[in-house]
């Protein structure tokens, strides 16, 4: 039935309205310029009113359903990107790590190294102590040499030398005993 007059069988259905009319009631209701823009069907063709229904919560899920993805998406390149930041971090984090491990196994070397030095140095020391003392003993033995060749030459020949040693022969070997420690100092040296 026709929902303006209820006296005639409704012939057509306005999709805007969602209701069904006879024909001369349409045109009197429709004629008005703000209801021109209304579409009609024959009522035979008119949509279930449930499927408008639900039509209508599809669009608006639809709606709910992307503003929900784009949130989603703006969600997901935030995480991105704290991810990135993230690996960045961690490269960075373990540069330095390798760094602090280089520079401590650096320190770790030279502390090894200058406790070596130091012992190579006691060591040399020691050894040039004892040079300094077998040069002294050397240049007194030589003096004692010197005394006693100058007495026995104004006395008795006492002389402590062996027979035919000169000043000079003795200079000679004072600097072949010399030459000998160091060359031994050198070799005890490198073998460390």
């Known amino acids: 039935m026709c929902s303006n ?79 990135d930041h993230i690996n960045k971090l961690d490269l960075e984090n373990q540069v330095m790590n390798k760094n602090y491990v280089d520079c401590k196994t650096v320190i770790q070397n030279l502390e090894l190294n200058n406790r070596r030095l130091e012992q190579e140095g006691q060591q040399s020391a020691n050894v040039a102590n004892n040079l300094n003392d077998e040069v002294k003993l050397l240049k007194r033995e030589i003096e004692e040499r010197k005394r006693s060749s100058a007495a026995s030459s104004e006395g008795p020949k006492t002389s402590l030398a062996p027979s035919g040693n000169t000043t000079g022969e003795w200079k000679a070997e004072l600097e072949n005993v010399l030459k000998i420690a160091v060359i031994n100092w050198s070799l005890f040296s490198f073998e460390k």
Not at 9 to 30: M, R
Not at 47 to 65: F, L, M, S, T, Y
């Open 5 to 83: 007059c209820d006296s005639l069988e409704a012939t057509l259905w306005c999709k805007k309205c969602e209701t069904g009319y006879c024909s001369p009631c349409y045109k009197s209701l429709h004629s008005a310029p703000a209801l021109k823009t209304h579409v009609s069907v024959p009522i035979d063709q008119k949509p279930d009113a449930r499927i408008n229904q639900q039509g209508a919560k599809i669009d608006e899920q639809d709606v709910k359903i992307n503003e929900q993805a784009g949130k989603i998406n703006e969600k997901d390149a935030k995480i991105s990107q704290q991810q």
